[in-house]
């Protein structure tokens, strides 16, 4: 029998894992459009895809596509809104659901 716990669990990875894999492919997908001189990605969109849960993705797509790393809101920002990400999970976790 699953509890209400599980559920949300459950979400919450899959949310996770989604926005961070769409994350991580707007960075690659704004590196070749910025190779090529095309539209781009605004950078307030990358921003906010970290913001809302692809703070890993857009590390990775960073290291990765060797993009946006010389920027100091991205190369300062991503690491912290992660690091706030995981503050804020834990506070989460601990207040309401541990037992």
């Known amino acids: 029998m699953e ?4 559920n949300i669990t459950v979400i919450a990875i899959a949310y996770l894992v ?4 769409v994350t991580f492919f707007l960075y690659g997908i704004d590196k070749r459009k910025a190779k090529r001189s095309k539209w781009r990605v605004p950078e307030s969109t ?7 849960g692809g703070s ?3 590390w990775l ?3 990765a596509w060797h993009h946006k790393t010389l ?3 991205f ?3 991503i690491p912290l809104i992660f690091i706030t990400q995981i503050a804020l999970a834990a506070f ?8």
């Open 3 to 6: 509890t209400p716990l599980n």
């Open 18 to 21: 989604i926005i961070n894999l």
């Open 46 to 52: 990358l921003i906010w895809m970290a913001i809302l």
């Open 56 to 58: 890993i993705g857009a």
């Open 61 to 63: 797509g960073m290291k």
């Open 71 to 73: 920027h100091a809101k």
């Open 75 to 77: 190369r300062y920002g």
């Open 92 to 99: 989460v976790y601990i207040r309401f659901f541990r037992q």
